[in-house]
Antibody, heavy 122, light 110 residues
Framework: EVQLVESGGDLVQPGGSLRLSCAAS????????MHWVRRAPGKGLEWIFS????????IHADSVKGRFTVSRDNAKNTLFLQMNSLRAEDTAVYYC???????????????WGQGTLVTVSS | VMTQTPSSSPVTVGQPASISCTSS???????????LSWLQQRPGQPPRVLIY???NRFSGVPDRFSGSGAGTDFTLKISRVEAEDVGVYYC?????????FGQGTKLEIK
């Protein structure tokens, strides 16, 4: 069974840092693109990062450029999101999701974690 | 930019519902597919993709949900709304980076 479990969310002060993890199980982690998506309170969904299977291709949203980085440890089946210089507007639930390519289609996001809440406030 | 309408939709159980999404650019990918998805997010739950690549349902998604459209204009239809369909619905394009979502449509039961 495919499982994605995020952790690391917390209350942090503006300007602070936080590292989120997404532990994957039930599939060969290194074979899949992984993505981070967030939802701020009262707002819609926002895609923030995509990372290929071996971690060599990273694509990010402008809203996190220069502040957040993404990485993965395929030996430990874990995806990471390092968040620095946090702002109030980064307050959100952060989700990781797996991208599938099969049956002639890619961009299939069938599996999502439950999310982890990051609150940026003084 | 993905423009989604309406922002809210009060619907009677058993009646149909429809949500529209318009993209500012064509969503036809170089591989020939149109990577437009529809997601449902119930309160306190992670997003769930109902429809991928324009019109394909994931296993377990009721067939009352259907996706259609072409190019820049897309529609999610629910043939007969059930009480469990309450939540926020989003369109999402995965053709071009950055991936983008519509603003969301809150489906409520009258």
């Amino acid at each position: 069974e495919v499982q994605l479990v995020e952790s690391g969310g917390d209350l942090v002060q503006p300007g602070g840092s936080l590292r989120l993890s997404c532990a994957a199980s039930g599939f060969t982690f290194s074979e899949y693109w992984m993505h981070w998506v967030r939802r701020a309170p009262g707002k819609g969904l926002e895609w923030i990062f995509s990372l290929n299977g071996d971690g060599t291709t990273i694509i990010h949203a402008d809203s996190v450029k220069g502040r957040f980085t993404v990485s993965r440890d395929n030996a430990k089946n874990t995806l990471f999101l390092q968040m620095n210089s946090l702002r109030a507007e980064d307050t959100a639930v952060y989700y990781c999701t797996r991208e599938d390519c099969s049956g002639g289609f890619c961009k299939k996001f069938e599996y999502w974690g439950q999310g982890t809440l990051v609150t940026v406030s003084s | 930019v993905m423009t989604q309408t309406p922002s809210s939709s009060p619907v009677t159980v058993g009646q149909p519902a429809s949500i529209s999404c318009t993209s500012s650019q064509s969503l036809v990918h170089s591989d020939g597919n149109t990577y437009l998805s529809w997601l449902q997010q119930r309160p306190g739950q992670p997003p769930r993709v109902l429809i991928y690549a324009l019109s394909n349902r994931f296993s377990g998604v009721p067939d009352r949900f259907s996706g259609s459209g072409a190019g820049t204009d897309f529609t999610l239809k629910i043939s007969r709304v059930e009480a469990e369909d309450v939540g926020v619905y989003y369109c999402m394009q995965g053709t071009h980076f950055p991936y983008t979502f519509g603003q969301g449509t809150k489906l409520e039961i009258k």
